[in-house]
C-alpha cells in the first residue's frame, strides 16, 4: 500500500530524516514510535509531502509519490491528520467535514457525515459549533473525521492521543480500530507506548531520523531491552 | 443642514466603489497572504475597459448594467492571468518583495494605459436616464448615486452568501484560515487562488466602473484608489469584509464631508481617523490579531563583510573621491546623486533589516528633510550648515512622533500606515502652496558661495553620506542593533530577558528617519529646488528598489543597489518615453530572477564557492 525507502529530509541545512525506510500493508496499523526529535512528525510530513522530500522514494497505490504537492498525494488516497490537528477555528464542524469531502472511491463505502457521526457521536451533537471552540479532544476527533471525509485508503495520524484525556484516548483506540475494521490502513506517530500498544500490529522505532528497530507489537512488547534503549526517557 | 446630508449621501455613495476595492483587496489577501499593489491600477483598467464598453453598447439602463457586469468579467480575467503569471511564482517570496513585483505591475499598467487610451480623461457621456435627480431638503441629489449608494450592500450580502453558502466560500475561509492544511485534504491551491484574484480583480473591475460616472477614466485613479485602500483595510482590518464596509462608509464620508469644511487637508483627516483607530484597535475595527501573522522564517546573520569586500570597498570610496578630476560635470551630478540615493537607501534598509520594519512610506523622511532645509534656508534664511542641520533634526522628530504608532505594528500593517503616512506628507507639500510652493516647489535653494564648485559640493556630499552609511552600520554591531535585531526575531524573547522592544524600535525607527532627512536636505541643496516629488511614492519604491535590488540581508547590498539603481534609471530615462513599462518589467523580472537581492545571490554564490 504505502512503502518508504531511504527517505531523506531536511529542515533547513538540519538533516531530520537520514534514510528512513519501512512499508504499510494494506489495512494494517503500523505504528512509528521514538522520542522527542526523532523524526516522526517530519516523517508524516514528508509522506503528504508538507515537507519536500530531498532523496528516497515513496511508493503509494503503485504510484512514485516523493515530490509531488500535498493535495494530489491526497487525493490519490492518503489522508493527514497533523499533530496540532489545525482545525479551522472559524468554521462549523460540518464546514469542517466539507473542506475534507472528496469523491468516493472504488472498492470503499464512502464515509458520509452520519457514518462520521456514529464514529464520533460528540461530533454529531456539535454540528454548528465553531472548530475554535471545541475541546482539544473533540477537535482531534473532528480533525480525524475530516480526513476521513476525502475517503482514503491509508490515513498519517500523528500524535491523536497527546494531551487527551484518558477517557477520550480511549475513544480514539477505538476510533483506530474501526478504520482498521473498515479497510484503511493506518500509519500512527505515537509517545505514547500504551496507546500504541493497543492499536498497532507492527511498530518502527526511530532514533535521530533513523530506524532502529522493526517487528511485530507482540515482538516489541517482549523486547524490554530495545524498549529501554530507544523509548524510555 | 441639508448641505450636510446631501454631502454625507455624496460620501456615501463614493464609499461603494471604495468598498469594492477593499473587499477584492481584502479577500485577496486573506487567502493568498499577498498585498496586492496592482489592485488600484485593476481599478483603473475598470474604469477604462468600461469606457469602452458603454461606448459601444446601448445608452440606457439595461446596457449600463450589461457593460458594467461585461466589465468586471473582463477584469476578472486579466486577474487570472495576472495570478497565472506572476503571482502565483512568488507566493513564496518575502511580503515586501511581492508588494514590489505588484508594484512593478502598476508601473506597466500606467504605460499600458497610456498606450491603449491616450492620456486625456475620459468622461463619460451621461445619457438622460443618469441625469436624472431627486430633490431632498429643496436640494438636487443624483439618482445614480442613489443606487450606487446601495450597491455596496448588495455586493457586501453576495459576497457573504458566496462565502459562507458554497463549497467554494467554505473552501477559501479554510484556506484563509490554513492553506497548507487545505491543500494536504486534497484541495488544489493554485486553483483556489486563481479564483479568488480573479473575484477580486472582478471587484475591483467593478468598482472602476461604477464609479466611472461620477468621474473620468485617467491615469491618476490608481495610486489614488489604492492609498484609500489600504488605509481602509487598515482601518476595517486586514481581511474582515464587514470592516471595509464600515471603514469604507467611515473614510468616504470623511472625505466628503471634510472637502467641505477643511479642503486642504483631507488627507490629513483620514490619517487622524487611521491613527486613532489603530490606537484603540491595533487590528482595525473588525479585524482579529494574527490575521497578519506569516510563519517568519528566521532572517539569515548578518556577519561582517569579508575581508576582501572591506578592501573593495575602500577602494570604491579612493575612486569615488578621485572621480572629480577624471569625470565631467554631468557624470559628477550623477555621482552626487548616487551618493544622497546611497546614504537614502542605506538608512531605509536600517529599519527594514535589522530593525525589520518594512517601510513603503520611507520618501515621507527624505521629503521632510528636503522641506525644512528648503524652507530653513529660504524662509527664515538660515545659514547653510543649520539649514542641513535641520534636515535630520525636523525628519528624526517627526519620526519619533510617528513611530509611535508605527512600532505596534508590524509586516503589512506598518508597510501599510508608512505609506499612508508618506501620501499625507506628500499631499501637504502638494496641497499647502502658501508654504512649500505647491507644485511649483521651492526654488534658488543652493548651497553658499564655497560650496558652489560642483567638485566641492560633491565632496561634501561623499563625506557626509559615506560617512552616514558607515555610522549606520557601526551601529548595528553596537549592544544597540545586537538588541534590536534580537527585538526583531523574537519581540516576545527580548521583552523576557529585559530589552525595552519597543523603544529600541522607535529610536531605530527615528535614527532611520533622520539619515532620510539628511540625504532629503542634501538634495535640496544639489538641485537647488525641491517639489512634493520629494516625497512621492516613487520616490518611497525607488529606495525599496535599492534596498531590495541589493537584499535586504546584506549591509553592502543596500549601497550595491543604490548605485545600481541610480545609474539604470538615469540611463533609462534618457532612452525611452515608455520608461515606465521598462522599468516595471525589469521590477517584476527582478523579483522572479533574485527573490533575495542582487547582493543576496552574490552572498550565496560566495559562500558556495
Not at chain 2, 521651492?442 to 559615506?466: G, K
Request: glycine share 12%; aromatic share 8%; hydrophobic share 55%.
Amino acid at each position: 500500500m504505502l512503502s518508504v525507502a531511504d527517505l531523506h529530509a531536511y529542515y533547513g541545512r538540519a538533516h531530520i530524516l537520514q534514510g528512513v525506510s519501512f512499508a504499510l500493508g494494506a489495512g494494517e496499523v503500523l505504528v512509528v514510535l521514538g522520542r522527542n526529535g526523532a523524526g516522526k512528525s517530519t516523517t508524516m510530513k514528508s509522506l503528504i509531502g508538507l515537507v519536500r522530500p530531498r532523496g528516497g522514494e515513496i511508493v503509494f497505490g503503485g504510484q512514485q509519490v516523493a515530490g509531488w504537492e500535498p493535495h494530489r498525494i491526497a487525493r490519490a488516497g492518503l489522508g493527514y491528520v497533523p499533530e496540532e490537528r489545525r482545525i479551522f477555528a472559524d468554521l462549523s464542524v460540518m464546514e469542517n467535514l466539507e473542506v475534507g469531502r472528496q469523491p468516493p472511491r472504488e472498492g470503499l463505502e464512502p464515509w458520509t457525515e452520519a457514518r462520521l457521526f456514529a464514529l464520533f457521536p460528540n461530533l454529531g451533537r456539535m454540528r454548528a459549533r465553531a472548530g475554535g471552540r471545541m475541546s482539544g479532544g473533540e477537535q482531534q476527533m473532528l480533525a480525524i473525521a475530516r480526513t476521513l471525509m476525502g475517503n482514503p485508503r491509508a490515513i498519517l495520524l500523528d500524535e491523536p492521543s497527546e494531551g487527551l484525556s484518558p477517557l477520550i484516548v480511549e475513544q480514539m483506540a477505538h476510533a483506530i480500530l474501526a478504520l482498521k475494521q473498515a479497510g484503511v490502513a493506518v500509519l500512527l506517530a505515537e509517545q505514547n507506548f500504551h496507546f500504541a500498544a493497543r492499536v498497532a500490529d507492527r511498530a518502527v522505532v526511530l532514533e535521530s531520523g533513523r530506524i532502529v528497530w522493526e517487528g511485530t507489537m507482540e515482538a516489541l512488547l517482549a523486547d524490554e531491552a530495545a524498549r529501554a534503549a530507544h523509548l524510555q526517557v | 443642514m441639508t448641505f450636510v446630508l446631501l454631502q454625507l449621501l455624496t460620501g456615501l455613495a463614493g464609499a461603494s466603489a471604495l468598498f469594492l476595492v477593499s473587499a477584492g483587496l481584502t479577500v485577496i489577501f486573506g487567502v493568498t497572504r499577498v498585498v496586492n499593489f496592482s489592485h488600484g491600477s485593476l481599478y483603473m483598467l475598470g474604469a477604462y475597459v468600461a469606457w469602452t464598453v458603454l461606448g459601444h453598447l446601448p445608452r440606457d439602463p439595461g446596457g449600463f448594467l450589461l457593460g458594467v457586469l461585461a466589465t468586471a468579467l473582463i477584469l476578472a480575467a486579466v486577474g487570472a492571468v495576472l495570478e497565472v503569471a506572476l503571482l502565483r511564482r512568488i507566493y513564496r517570496a518575502p511580503e515586501l518583495l511581492q508588494l514590489l513585483a505588484t508594484f512593478g505591475v502598476v508601473l506597466m499598467v500606467q504605460d499600458a494605459a497610456q498606450w491603449i487610451w491616450g492620456a486625456e480623461d475620459l468622461p463619460l457621456p451621461r445619457p438622460p436616464w443618469m441625469r436624472g435627480f431627486v430633490v431632498l431638503g429643496g436640494e438636487r441629489f443624483p439618482l445614480y448615486d442613489l443606487w450606487l449608494i446601495a450597491a455596496g450592500p448588495v455586493v457586501l450580502g453576495a459576497l457573504w452568501l458566496l462565502l459562507h453558502r458554497t463549497r467554494w466560500g467554505t473552501l477559501v475561509r479554510a484556506a484563509t484560515a490554513d492553506r497548507e492544511m487545505v491543500a494536504a485534504l486534497g484541495v488544489d491551491q493554485r486553483k483556489l487562488f486563481t479564483g479568488v484574484f480573479a473575484l477580486g480583480a472582478g471587484l475591483a473591475g467593478l468598482g472602476g466602473a461604477l464609479a466611472l460616472p461620477d468621474g473620468t477614466a485617467n491615469l491618476t485613479l490608481d495610486l489614488s484608489v489604492i492609498t484609500d485602500a489600504f488605509v481602509i483595510v487598515v482601518v476595517g482590518g486586514l481581511g474582515s469584509l464587514p470592516g471595509a464596509y464600515l471603514a469604507s462608509v467611515l473614510i468616504g464620508v470623511l472625505q466628503a464631508i471634510g472637502i467641505v469644511f477643511v479642503p486642504k487637508a483631507t488627507l490629513v483627516l483620514v490619517f487622524v481617523v487611521m491613527a486613532a483607530t489603530l490606537v484603540a484597535r491595533p487590528h482595525g475595527l473588525l479585524g482579529r490579531a494574527g490575521a497578519t501573522a506569516r510563519e517568519a522564517e528566521a532572517p539569515p546573520l548578518v556577519l561582517p563583510a569579508p575581508v576582501v569586500l572591506r578592501w573593495a570597498g575602500l577602494a570604491a570610496l579612493l575612486v569615488l573621491a578621485a572621480a572629480p578630476f577624471a569625470v565631467g560635470p554631468f557624470a559628477l551630478s550623477v555621482l552626487t546623486e548616487a551618493m544622497i540615493a546611497l546614504l537614502f537607501a542605506a538608512s531605509l534598509h536600517f529599519m527594514m533589516g535589522p530593525g525589520g520594519m518594512p517601510s513603503f512610506g520611507h520618501a515621507a523622511w527624505f521629503g521632510l528633510g528636503a522641506y525644512a532645509a528648503a524652507l530653513a534656508s529660504t524662509a527664515l534664511g538660515a545659514a547653510f550648515p543649520l539649514a542641513l542641520l535641520l534636515a535630520p533634526l525636523a525628519a528624526g522628530l517627526v519620526a519619533a512622533l510617528f513611530g509611535w504608532f508605527v512600532v505596534r505594528l508590524s509586516g503589512v500593517y506598518l508597510a501599510m500606515l508608512t505609506l499612508a503616512f508618506a501620501q499625507i506628507v506628500w499631499a501637504v507639500a502638494f496641497q499647502w502652496s502658501g508654504i512649500t510652493g505647491g507644485d511649483n516647489g521651492i526654488l534658488s535653494v543652493w548651497p553658499p558661495a564655497a560650496l558652489t564648485d560642483p567638485r566641492r559640493f560633491y565632496w561634501l556630499v561623499l563625506a557626509v553620506c559615506a560617512g552616514g552609511a558607515m555610522l549606520l552600520r557601526h551601529v548595528l554591531y553596537a549592544p544597540f542593533g545586537v538588541s534590536l535585531r534580537a527585538a526583531r526575531d523574537s519581540a516576545l524573547r527580548a521583552e523576557a530577558i529585559g530589552l525595552p522592544t519597543a523603544k529600541l524600535r522607535l529610536l531605530a525607527f527615528a535614527i532611520a528617519g533622520a539619515a532620510a532627512g539628511l540625504a532629503g536636505g542634501l538634495s535640496v541643496f544639489s538641485k537647488g529646488s525641491v517639489f512634493p516629488t520629494a516625497a512621492s511614492l516613487g520616490r518611497s519604491v525607488d529606495a525599496l528598489l535599492m534596498v531590495l535590488l541589493g537584499g535586504v540581508q546584506t549591509i553592502s547590498g543596500p549601497l550595491v543597489g543604490a548605485l545600481v539603481y541610480t545609474g539604470l534609471y538615469d540611463a533609462l530615462l534618457r532612452a525611452t518615453d515608455w520608461w515606465r513599462l521598462v522599468l516595471g518589467a525589469a521590477i517584476v523580472a527582478l523579483v522572479l530572477a533574485f527573490p533575495e537581492g542582487i547582493a543576496g545571490a552574490a552572498q550565496r554564490a560566495w559562500r558556495r564557492s
